[in-house]
C-alpha cells in the first residue's frame, strides 16, 4: 500500500511512500519543512523496492526452508555449540578446579587423579575419565616417552596423567586456548606435585602455537628434539590440520611417534578424515590402538614395514 502527501517539485506532483523508517523519516523532514538530503530519498526507494522485489521469493524461500529443516536446525545447533563452548568450558574448568583443589591431597598426583574421578561422577566435566585415562596410561607405559606434547590442557587432568609416567629428564608441553583455564590447569598440576622445570603450559590456538614449539623443546641428553607422543584433545576439526602442521614443522620422531585423539562426539567427522589420511600415506600412518573415546595413530617416516593395524 501506498501512503502519502502531495508536494509541488517543479510544478510536478509526487506520492512519498511510507514503507520503511527511513520513509517516516523522510516524512517527519518534509513535515516539519526541511529538505531531505538526496542520499536519504535515494536510500528511501532502494529500500522500499527491494522490499516489493523480495515478496514473490518468499515462498521460494519458506519451500527451502521446510525441505532443509533438519540440516538448518543442526547447522544452528553447531554454530551456538561453537560459541558457548568457551564459555561452558571456562565455567567447567573453574567449577573442577574449586572441588579438586580443596579435596585432594597436595602433592599427590594419583590423589589429584581421583578427586577429578570423584567431581566426574556428579557433574559435568572435561576429564577423560577414568576408561579413557586407563587406556591412555596403558599407552605411554608402552611407549615410555620423554617427550610430549598435549593439545587442550583444559582442567589439567591428562596433564597430571602423562607427567606421572614422564621419566625423570621428560618434559610435557601442553597448549590450551583460553588463558583463565591454562592459569587453572597449571595450578592443579603444580598442586599434584610438579615443577616448571617438567612441563610448561603455553596459552593460543594450536596453528598459531605449533611453529613456535621448536624454540622450546629442551632435548634430554641422548635425545632428539622431536615429540614421541602427542595428546590430541582441542578442537576436533583441528585434528587433522595440525597433525600435518607437526609433521611439516619436523617436530613428530622420524623413528616413531604415537598419536593419541580423544573422540568425544561419535558423529564427529575428524576421525573418518584420519582414515582418509591413512589410506592414502600407508608407508607414514597407521592405527595402533582404538577403544571407545580414543583412538592411537603411529607415525613413523618412510617405514616400509607398516605397524600392524588393529580392525577399526
Known amino acids: 500500500m501506498w501512503r502519502g502527501r502531495q508536494r509541488r517539485r517543479r510544478g510536478n506532483t509526487k506520492l512519498v511512500p511510507l514503507s520503511s523508517t527511513g520513509s517516516v523519516k ?34 521460494a524461500v519458506l519451500l527451502v526452508l521446510g525441505r532443509h529443516r533438519a540440516r538448518l536446525v543442526e547447522f544452528c545447533r553447531g554454530a551456538l555449540g561453537r560459541m558457548l563452548r ?47 585415562g586407563e587406556a591412555l596410561d596403558k599407552v605411554v607405559r608402552r611407549i615410555g616417552p620423554s617427550r610430549v606434547l598435549e ?6 587432568y591428562s596433564s597430571v596423567l602423562l607427567l606421572r609416567l614422564l621419566p625423570a629428564d621428560g618434559r610435557l608441553l601442553t597448549v590450551e586456548q583460553d ?24 596459552t593460543g590456538r594450536s596453528g598459531r602455537t605449533i611453529p613456535t614449539l621448536c ?17 590430541m584433545d582441542h578442537d576436533p576439526q583441528q585434528y587433522l590440520v595440525d597433525l600435518l602442521a607437526l609433521e611439516g614443522e619436523g617436530l613428530l620422531c622420524p623413528s616413531g611417534c604415537s598419536i593419541v585423539v580423544i573422540i568425544r562426539d561419535r558423529q564427529d567427522k575428524s576421525l573418518e578424515e584420519l582414515k582418509q589420511l591413512i589410506r592414502a600415506r600407508p608407508d607414514c600412518y597407521s ?21 600392524p593395524r588393529e580392525t577399526m
Open 287 to 307: 592405527f595402533k590402538v582404538q577403544v571407545p573415546g580414543m583412538v592411537e595413530l603411529f607415525y613413523q617416516k618412510n617405514h616400509d614395514n607398516a605397524t
Open 151 to 156: 593439545l587442550g590442557t583444559h582442567c589439567g
Open 179 to 202: 588463558p583463565a583455564v591454562a592459569d587453572l590447569a597449571e595450578e592443579i598440576i603444580l598442586v599434584a606435585g610438579f615443577k616448571h622445570t617438567q612441563f610448561q603450559v603455553l
Open 86 to 132: 568457551p564459555l561452558r568450558g571456562r565455567a567447567c574448568a573453574e567449577s573442577t578446579h574449586a572441588f579438586v583443589f580443596s579435596r585432594c591431597i597436595h602433592g599427590k598426583a594419583g590423589s589429584v587423579l581421583e578427586t577429578f574421578d570423584l567431581y566426574a561422577e556428579t557433574h559435568p566435566s572435561a576429564s577423560v575419565g577414568p576408561q579413557i
Open 215 to 231: 624454540s622450546l623443546m629442551e632435548p634430554a641428553p641422548g635425545t632428539s628434539d622431536t615429540f614421541h607422543l602427542v595428546l
Open 26 to 59: 523522510l516524512l517527519h523532514l518534509r513535515l516539519a519543512g526541511h529538505t531531505p538530503s538526496p542520499r536519504l530519498v535515494h536510500c528511501t526507494k532502494m529500500s522500499f523496492w527491494l522490499m516489493a522485489a523480495s515478496v514473490p521469493l518468499l515462498p
